[in-house]
């Protein structure tokens, strides 16, 4: 066959590409942003959408993806994963697996049973892509079996949704308990284990059916990629979650993917260092006058605390709750102000110290008795604690202490 010399215009386009894949192996996984692959004949494209496996397009499946879903089922112990845009992407994901009978393709869940303070955006997404649908839906206090038994009996829910450390306030669950509870009554359960992380606990191997992450938060952990991730236990739901996200196409992208992979290599590491930090902040907070309530699992004072203990395996997370004594809006914004190193932002797991007030953030769509109901007041600070050295945390919180307490009635001026 005759070779023809081709014209510059094509050879720009095509010059250097496609080269034999590489017969050493990278030590690291690169980025593939491309967004179809080449087999040698027809037929081998053929076999690859046959196997189901294979690289045919981006949406399928991407090498760089499929690295990091590999890896966070091993860390979450599973069969498979998929890796999603964001961590509400995965909760979507895991909601629409869940709720597919076995073995077939149904059009939605036949009933959902969430916690009662489970992430606002959760909330928001059962009720408005299914409750408004006519799925019916319930909440209930997930550390309250007796509860959870008594709302499955009535509405028979196939999915339930619980978040092991709950925001702001850290409730404790008891995961076997609750997959027991599911298990009885017929419903898959999904734990967003987004705060806990696989370093305190593994639901999975506790009886969950599926675990989600906001990869954002501790998997990333540097505060500079958004993703989620749905790990599956069976088979089943994992064939049933690539089929339904291939459809969907919230899938996560390659640059993402390897941001996250890499910062997954040091979520032990950071882990342990934020727990340490969050236990000392929360003893000293506990000491301080101008502070009144002290919420960590790690606490005797807290009420899951034996419970926390034993599931966590002597870690309690490294996030911490608190209140100012003094309530005005004033000592918050004070406080927040006063801040010189922790960054004020509504994001969690980084590896900086971050800060946020439910009341202005994450909560701020409740009125003030909505959220006295829930337990979270006007002066209510959430801390995600960081990786610094714990001594400059603390300084920078008796610093803001002081500057919000500076011109109140109960503050030393
Ligand atoms: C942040 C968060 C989500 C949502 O994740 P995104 O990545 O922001 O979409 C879900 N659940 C929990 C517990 C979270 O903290």
Known sequence: MH??????????????????PLTATPTTTPIYTSATYVY???????AAFADGDGYVYTRHGNPTVAALEAAVTAV???????ACASGMAALHAAILAAGTPRGETGPQPRGILIARDIYGSTAVLVRELFAAHGVPVAAVDMGDLAAVAAACAEL???VIIAEQLSNPLLRVIDVAGLARVARTAGARLIIDNTIATPLLQQPLALGADLVVHSATKY?????????????????????????????????????????????LKTLALRLERQCANAA?????????????????????????????????????????TFDLAD????????????????VPGTTLGDVFTLASAPAVASHRELSVAQRAERGIGETT???????????????????????AGDGSTTGEA
């Open 156 to 158: 028979h829910p196939d």
């Open 40 to 46: 040698p004949t027809l037929a081998a494209l053929d």
């Open 219 to 263: 998997l990333s952990g540097h505060g500079d990629a958004a993703g989620g991730v749905v790990v599956a236990r069976s088979g089943l739901v994992r064939d049933t979650l690539v089929r339904q996200s291939r459809l969907i196409g919230a899938s996560l992208g390659p640059f993402e993917a390897q941001q996250i992979l890499r910062g």
């Open 3 to 20: 070779e023809h010399a081709r014209r510059l215009a094509t050879i720009v386009v095509h010059a250097g590409e496609r080269a034999a």
């Open 280 to 320: 000392q902040v929360a003893h000293w907070l506990a000491a301080q006058p101008a502070v009144t309530r002290v919420i960590y699992p790690g606490l005797a004072t807290h009420p899951q605390h034996a419970l926390a203990d034993v599931a966590f395996g002597g870690r309690f997370g490294a996030l911490v």
């Open 381 to 403: 600070i959430r801390l995600s604690l960081g990786i610094e050295a714990v001594e400059d945390i603390i300084d920078d919180l008796a610093d803001a202490l002081q500057r």
């Open 327 to 342: 309530r005005s809006r004033m000592a918050l914004e004070r406080w927040f102000d006063g801040l010189r190193m922790i």
């Open 76 to 82: 979450e112990g599973g069969v498979g994963a998929i």
